[in-house]
């Protein structure tokens, strides 16, 4: 595999696979409560770095946006807030043989997620 086929397929599934970011969020305080609507943007100039040798990645300025459920998840007696921020990250990936691809085998996201900055 070439180097921008493994950027390729960790940014593919650092944008399309939300379970990786939902775990994630689920490990913060307050956790994932509430939060809907989501997705993950990796533009062209956000810094994204692959150490083949060593199987890990880092990423910087990537967009997370979100609609947050605030005050109740299910229910009509919470409001909806729009969230954007920006997001880094490291992990590590491992190789796929049977298919020439990779997956993401642990993941550390950094992101502001107080929604009431001042």
């Known amino acids: 595999m ?13 944008t399309m696979d939300i ?3 939902a775990d994630e969020l689920d490990n913060t305080t307050p956790g994932h409560y509430g939060i809907d609507n989501w997705q993950v943007i990796i533009e062209s100039d956000s ?6 040798p060593k199987r890990t990645f880092s990423f910087n300025k ?3 946006r979100a609609t947050l459920r605030l005050g109740g998840s299910n229910d009509e007696s919470g409001f909806d807030h729009s969230f954007n921020e920006f997001a880094s990250g490291t992990g590590t990936f491992e190789f796929i ?12 996201i950094d ?8």
Do not use: A
């Open 2 to 14: 070439t180097l921008e086929g493994i950027r390729s397929d960790l940014m593919e599934q650092l």
């Open 19 to 21: 379970d990786l970011w």
């Open 47 to 52: 810094y994204f770095n692959v150490d083949i």
């Open 62 to 64: 990537v967009i997370f």
């Open 97 to 108: 043989e049977d298919n020439n691809k990779v997956q993401i085998s642990e993941l550390t």
């Open 111 to 118: 992101m502001n997620l107080d929604i009431f900055k001042q």
